[in-house]
């Protein structure tokens, strides 16, 4: 439990040094954020009220100190357009969390099943094809696999939407929106974890222990379930606690690949405006939901760890 509590205090700590590395270096982009949100047609008298009121005429380390405070009270601040944070972010979080959450499962289920059939058949064709489809799927960047995906299914096949069309009360028109993004984002880390799961069970199906349990009688499936599961649940946990940070990452590329209404259409409008708060905002969130999941990979690591006493 030492461990555990002293691993979290890593993390939070790295977690602050991201984000105020973020922030640093958002503020330092060239251009002006004030004057890029009111327009060349603002007078310089207005710009720097507005800069005063949003703060920004303060040093970078108390306008930090402020945002952290902030944050902690769960108040993100405000945009340079004036516009609250937290009332910008209610929906498109919830489209991306949506999102990235189906795609979790996606992979989860599919790494399960692949590596699950690729260990029963080690060898010929499946195990030969299953070799080079996840070295190329692992290889094709979301945006490069989402064009190809729109090209066959949407454009040639017509089998679901090329895009995502948001009605009037926010809604996506049809779940079939969701289809091609979950695939362009999921294919790629459900190739990955493929083998991060096969490497992990065959590693622990060679343990020693293991070996010795198969030579006294015990059933194959108490094999499983007692002696393999428990040594590859760790590399594979962490596996999945790693993938969150790539997933929300990977949401940037294919939210503005597909016209996604998420918070990754916000990551790429922050950069363009300048805008700071907005950024770092973003940044935090993402961080506390990594930090969540490396936690919960710790908890996982410790339960077998325990189980194996």
């Known amino acids: 439990m030492t461990r555990f509590l002293a691993a979290l205090g890593i993390r939070a700590g790295l ?11 958002a503020d330092a982009l060239p251009g002006d954020p004030v004057r890029l949100a009111m327009g060349t047609t603002a007078s310089p008298a207005d710009v720097e009220a507005r800069r005063e009121t949003l703060g920004l005429d303060r040093p970078l380390p108390v306008r930090f100190a402020d945002w952290l405070t902030g944050l902690v009270q769960g108040d993100l601040g405000t945009t340079v357009r004036g516009q609250p944070i937290n009332d910008l972010l209610g929906d498109r979080l919830s489209s991306t969390l949506l999102l990235t959450g189906l795609t979790f499962v996606f992979v989860l289920v599919v790494a399960l099943a692949w590596a ?43 089998l679901v939407p090329a895009t995502t069309v948001v009605g009037a009360d926010g809604r996506l028109g049809t779940p079939l929106m969701l289809v091609l993004p979950v695939l362009a984002l999921g294919l790629p880390h ?8 096969r490497a992990a069970v065959a590693e622990a199906a060679a ?3 293991v070996e010795q349990a ?21 590399t594979i946990a962490a596996s999945l606690a790693t993938m969150i940070g790539t997933l929300l990452a990977g949401a940037v590329v294919v939210e503005t690949l597909f016209n996604y209404p998420g918070a990754g259409q916000l990551v790429a409008g922050s950069l363009e405006s300048r805008d700071t708060t907005l950024l770092v ?18 908890a996982i690591r410790l339960w077998a760890l325990r189980g194996r006493r």
């Not at 198969?214 to 760790?234: N, Q, S």
């Open 190 to 197: 459900a190739a990955w974890q493929t083998r991060v799961n």
């Open 116 to 158: 699950a059939l690729w260990s029963a058949r080690p060898r010929g064709r499946f195990a030969r094809g299953s070799a080079l489809g996840t070295s190329i799927l692992v290889a094709t960047p979301e945006f490069v696999l989402g064009t190809l995906l729109i090209l066959v299914f949407a454009l040639v096949l017509g």
């Open 207 to 209: 343990m020693p222990h």
């Open 214 to 234: 198969r030579l006294d009688g015990l059933p194959e499936r108490r094999v499983v379930t007692r002696h393999i599961l428990p040594l590859a649940a760790p």
């Open 281 to 298: 905002s973003l940044t935090a969130l993402c961080g506390l939901v990594v930090v969540a999941a490396l936690i919960a990979a710790d």
């Open 15 to 25: 977690l602050l040094v991201v984000l105020a590395a973020v922030y640093a270096a």
